[in-house]
């Protein structure tokens, strides 16, 4: 396997982790483009479409989104949106508004991500009319708080802040009101993998001990420790972005223990091919049509390097550990 370099604090190692920010929201506006799903507002945060991006691409993120919000949609409706959702590492995410437009909306939703990047959501937030609009609708108090590094409304709040350092996450979300007794969705896509597998777990730990009632969505790298993962490595590492947490990434088992050992009830993982197969075939034939896909090796090489993987604790009784596709 390619050798890793340790994860650093250091200005280069963090600013290649938030430029994978700028790729996803990037890919997922010209997917959005071609047709491959509905986001009205991806729009707002990328203004230009960009240059063409491969059909197995555009598939894999069909995918990614598709299988996200299928089981996001599932634990609201389990929930019956009595709940708060809590985006880790959230980027330029358009999942709130898409909630709002469904009338399926959270309590409340919070999101988080490094003040560099949460400044720059802010700004297209409050520039914007149709981003901004969304969250005047739903806030009925005079206050709504908004500054460089935080917004916080009723039912929508961005916060600033490093994952890797936890006092300071938890003070934040106490500020903003965040209530550990309501059930909590935790979201996190292509995001522990850049922290240190120790840097993680402790923040799985720390969820698990403060949220009785919650589930744990995680969309990331898996079978790493193939030749195809190892060229996913290398291509990251010329850009110097390094995988601090991909030895957690070595299979669906090793995914679903990193859970299993923080405290979580019950897990379960899927690779993203066997996730593909299990969208609705009718939608799946649609986007198959959009682009010609002259080699399907590539495609299902993409999709068995990455899962989504939940996990739940459920002391309220929900019925959280039926969730799944």
Not at 42 to 71: D, H, S, T
Not at 113 to 137: G, Q
Not at 173 to 190: V, W
Not at 221 to 238: H, P, S, T, Y
Request: hydrophobic content about 40%.
């Amino acid at each position: 396997m390619a050798s890793k370099q340790p994860f650093t604090d250091s200005d280069t190692a963090d600013e290649a982790v938030r430029a994978t920010c700028d790729d996803a929201s990037t890919c997922k506006r010209f997917a959005t483009s071609k047709g491959y799903w509905t986001d009205l507002y991806a729009q707002y945060f990328v203004r230009q479409i960009g240059e063409r991006k491969a059909p197995e691409i555009n598939r894999g993120y069909y995918g990614r989104v598709r299988g996200m919000n299928l089981l996001i949609d599932a634990f609201l409706k389990k929930t019956q949106c009595d709940c708060q959702v809590v985006n880790l590492g959230a980027g330029l995410d358009t999942t709130f508004w898409r909630l709002k437009d469904e009338n399926i909306m959270p309590k409340k939703f919070f999101e988080v991500d490094f003040p560099m990047i949460v400044a720059r959501k802010i700004h297209h937030i409050k520039t914007k009319p149709p981003l901004s609009k969304p969250l005047i609708e739903t806030h009925s108090t005079d206050s709504l708080l908004l500054d460089g590094h935080s917004l916080d409304s009723d039912r929508y709040c961005i916060i600033g802040a490093d994952l890797r350092d936890l006092p300071a996450l938890e003070e934040k979300l106490k500020k903003f009101q965040i209530n550990p007794e309501l059930p909590t969705l935790f979201l996190s896509e292509c995001v522990l993998v850049y922290m240190t597998p120790e840097k993680s777990s402790k923040l799985l730990n720390w969820v698990a001990d403060t949220f009785p009632t919650a589930m744990f969505i995680n969309y990331e790298q898996v079978n790493m420790n193939d030749r195809f993962g190892q060229i996913m490595i290398e291509n990251l590492q010329r850009r110097q972005c390094n995988l601090a947490g991909v030895d957690v990434c070595q299979s669906l088992d090793s995914q679903k223990e990193r859970f299993l050992s923080a405290g979580w009830e019950s897990v379960n993982a899927l690779d993203m091919m066997t996730v593909y197969s299990m969208l609705p075939w009718e939608d799946v034939a649609r986007i198959e049509r959009l682009e010609f896909l002259d080699e399907k090796e590539l495609l299902h090489q993409l999709l068995q390097h990455y899962c989504i993987c939940w996990a739940v604790k459920d002391k309220l009784s929900l019925g959280l550990s039926q969730i799944g596709f």
